[in-house]
């Protein structure tokens, strides 16, 4: 059964940093490139950055350089590492596979809050 699971949020200062970690279960995560996303209050949920399979990656330009997403030695477990975080990337964060018809994906996860803020 697929299951995500995101950890790894809170509230940090501007230019501080954290890492987030997903979890996933089920055989379609593992053969999938996965993503981070996010979506902030009032706003539609936007991709953040994605890996595939062989660890080739893609970045939003508002991250770009400041964000590294990786993959875990398990393949079922992705990472976010935020560094010089801004109070513009206040979101909640999810992971979940990538495809090119994304918006339409069914199952997510709870996602985690990240709060930039002083």
């Known amino acids: 059964q697929e299951q995500l699971v995101e950890s790894g949020g809170g509230l940090v200062q501007p230019g501080g940093s954290l890492t987030l970690s997903c979890a996933a279960s089920g055989k379609l995560f593992t053969l999938s490139t996965m993503a981070w996303y996010r979506q902030a209050p009032g706003k539609q949920r936007e991709l953040v950055a994605r890996i595939s399979r062989s660890e080739n990656t893609f970045y939003a330009d508002s991250v770009k350089g400041r964000f590294t997403i990786s993959r875990g030695s398990a393949q079922n477990t992705i990472y976010l590492y935020m560094n010089s975080l801004k109070p513009e990337d206040t979101a909640v964060y999810f992971c979940?596979?990538?495809?090119?018809?994304?918006?339409?994906?069914?199952?997510w996860g709870q996602g985690t809050q990240v709060t930039v803020s002083s």
């Open positions: 979940n596979r990538w495809t090119t018809d994304w918006v339409r994906l069914i199952y």
